[in-house]
Nanobody
């Protein structure tokens, strides 16, 4: 089965940087997009950034210009470089991968356990 291992969360001052990494392990066929969602206290979970199998990124407007997402298909990893962090970025960040099921012709979601990012003012 697919398992996701996250690393890189922590506490940082406003204006600082963090790098989140996620590695997918197991026998994986049909790996599609990878990304990071985040959920702040009292708010809905939202997409921060994602990247397609061919390396095309998408960013939430709130992080565009500050975050950079990348992937290594050989290692099945996705990385989120977060610069100029703001207190509003404080949230639990969840790694997400989508895997294509050829039988059902659907994309199935897999989730990491989440890692806390806290930005102090």
């Amino acid at each position: 089965q697919v398992q996701l291992m996250e690393s890189g969360g922590g506490l940082v001052q406003a204006g600082g940087s963090l790098r989140l990494s996620c590695a997918a392990s197991g026998r994986i066929f049909g790996l599609s997009s990878m990304g990071w969602y985040r959920q702040a206290a009292g708010k809905q979970r939202e997409l921060a950034a994602s990247i397609s199998i061919r390396g095309i990124p998408n960013y939430a407007d709130s992080v565009k210009g500050r975050f950079t997402i990348s992937r290594d298909n050989g290692k099945n990893t996705v990385t989120l470089q977060m610069n100029n962090l703001k207190p509003e970025d404080t949230a639990v960040y969840y790694c997400n991968v989508k895997i294509y099921n050829a039988i059902t012709n659907q994309l199935n979601d897999y989730w990491g356990q989440g890692t806390q990012v806290t930005v102090s003012s």
